[in-house]
C-alpha cells in the first residue's frame, strides 16, 4: 500500500513525536535539515568497519531503554 507525500509526512512526524515529544521531534527534524544531512551518504557509513559477527554481538548486547 503506498501512501501519499503528505501521509508519509504527517505520520512520520506523529511516530517522531510520540517517541521525542513536540520539541524534540522539531528538533530532530531541524538537526536532520540544518546541514544539508545526507542521508545515503549516513547510510553508507553507517556500519563502515562492522563486520556481521560484531554487529550481532552488539544486537546480542543491546538492552532496550524503558520508559
Same mark, same amino acid.
Given at each position: #500500500?503506498?501512501?501519499?507525500?503528505?501521509?508519509? *509526512?504527517?505520520?512520520?512526524? !506523529? %511516530?517522531? +513525536?510520540? &517517541?521525542?515529544?513536540?520539541?524534540?521531534?522539531?528538533?530532530?527534524?531541524?538537526? #536532520?535539515?540544518?546541514?544539508?544531512?545526507?542521508? *545515503?551518504?549516513?547510510?553508507? !557509513? %553507517?556500519? +563502515?568497519? &562492522?563486520?556481521?559477527?560484531?554487529?550481532?554481538?552488539?544486537?546480542?548486547?543491546?538492552?532496550?531503554?524503558?520508559?
Amino acid at each position: #500500500m503506498k501512501i501519499s507525500d503528505n501521509e508519509l *509526512t504527517v505520520r512520520g512526524m !506523529n %511516530l517522531l +513525536k510520540e &517517541e521525542f515529544g513536540p520539541v524534540d521531534a522539531e528538533r530532530f527534524v531541524y538537526v #536532520m535539515t540544518r546541514d544539508g544531512f545526507d542521508y *545515503t551518504e549516513w547510510q553508507r !557509513n %553507517l556500519f +563502515k568497519g &562492522e563486520t556481521v559477527r560484531s554487529l550481532g554481538e552488539k544486537m546480542r548486547a543491546f538492552k532496550p531503554l524503558t520508559a
